[in-house]
């Protein structure tokens, strides 16, 4: 395996992680909003 590719997988990877860590980070939004609703 080519340095080059190994660089590509992790891009790749990272770019999941951003899309999980968005996603994350507005349902904590969400949850906190619902539990103040219910305070």
Do not use: H, N, T, Y
């Amino acid at each position: 395996m080519k340095m080059m590719d190994l660089w590509f997988v992790v891009a790749e990877d990272f770019r999941v992680w951003e899309v999980f860590a968005v996603i994350f980070l507005r349902l904590e939004i969400v949850l906190s909003g619902i539990k103040g609703f219910f305070q």
